[in-house]
């Protein structure tokens, strides 16, 4: 058994930050966790929630005290930039006697990361999830108002990942040995289109959902009213558009870190069928 220890994660109240928690939880450790507003952080009972901030990484020496394990994000502040506190931050770790470190892998290059790679006293384990079965939801308000899904590249194969699978694996990553120095490419266990995920959500929510296919035009022109940027609208064209092979590749990872096999699609959408049901999207967002 697993000898109980302490762990902050950082990110704590992001999509896969309260699954770490939880995973954590749930194998019986003791969790940190960190935010911007401890006041209104929403987290499960016996967390310790703290507050810092990773763009001031002086902030963390209180909350780094007496942790095995760190979990990290390679962005921070308000408006998710790139963290260039990196180095400082593993220093303080490193002071702090911190053995272990998880970082979520952004989707490119980062100072974070490249700091924690270089770091050779601590077992670094770098998570690369390919798409989030979370992105699901944006797809919430459409169906609960119209009953469709309009999306472009809609033949698209995905090896979209349940966001409780990435946690799991950063556990075990965070607390037991044989982690370090690993770069875990983090998928579900099967390729789908999002017809196949639409027809998935249609059966949990027990009713008929149309897949209305879009343009590029017409997508860029829906994600604009939504309010992204161009870069990300440009990184949603890439990304979907022409995935690269390794969005689209099943690996085993999750079962061979955890020992449990990948959760599916189906699992997730029937986790999360009322927010695809309610009368009211507000209410479940």
Not at 26 to 55: F, K, S
Not at 152 to 178: C, K, Y
Not at 202 to 226: D, M, Y
Request: proline residues 5%; contains cysteine; charged residues 20%.
């Amino acid at each position: 058994m697993t000898q109980t220890q302490k762990i902050l994660v950082t990110g704590a109240t992001g999509t896969v930050g309260r699954q770490v928690v939880a995973e954590l939880l749930a194998r019986g450790h003791a969790v940190r966790a960190l935010t911007r507003d401890a006041a209104t952080a929403t987290l499960p009972a016996g967390v310790e929630v703290v507050q810092g901030d990773l763009t001031e990484p002086d902030s963390l020496i209180p909350a780094l005290e007496g942790v095995t394990g760190l979990h990290l994000i390679t962005f921070g502040g308000p408006y998710f930039a790139p963290l260039e506190t990196g180095p400082r931050i593993l220093e303080l770790a490193r002071a702090a006697g911190v053995r272990r470190v998880t970082v979520l892998h952004g989707g490119g290059p980062s100072l974070l990361e490249d700091a924690v790679r270089a770091d050779d006293s601590v077992d670094w384990t770098v998570l690369m999830p390919v798409e989030f079965m979370a992105n699901a939801l944006e797809w919430m308000d459409g169906i609960v108002a119209s009953g469709e899904v309009r999306e472009p590249f809609v033949s698209r194969l995905s090896a979209m990942v349940h966001e409780g699978d990435i946690g799991a694996v950063a556990a075990v990553a965070l607390t037991e040995e044989g982690h370090g120095g690993q770069e875990y490419v983090i998928t579900g266990p099967e390729l789908l289109t999002v017809g196949d995920k639409v027809a998935k959500l249609a059966a949990v929510c027990g009713r008929e959902i149309a897949l209305v296919e879009l343009t590029e035009e017409q997508a860029v022109a829906q994600w604009r009213a939504a309010g992204h940027p161009d870069d990300v609208i440009g990184f949603l064209i890439e990304a979907y558009g022409n995935t690269p092979e390794v969005g689209r590749t099943v690996v085993d990872t999750v079962e061979k870190v955890t020992g449990s096999p990948a959760r599916t699609f189906g699992q997730w959408a029937a986790e999360h069928a009322d927010a695809f049901t309610a009368t009211d999207p507000a209410a479940t967002a």
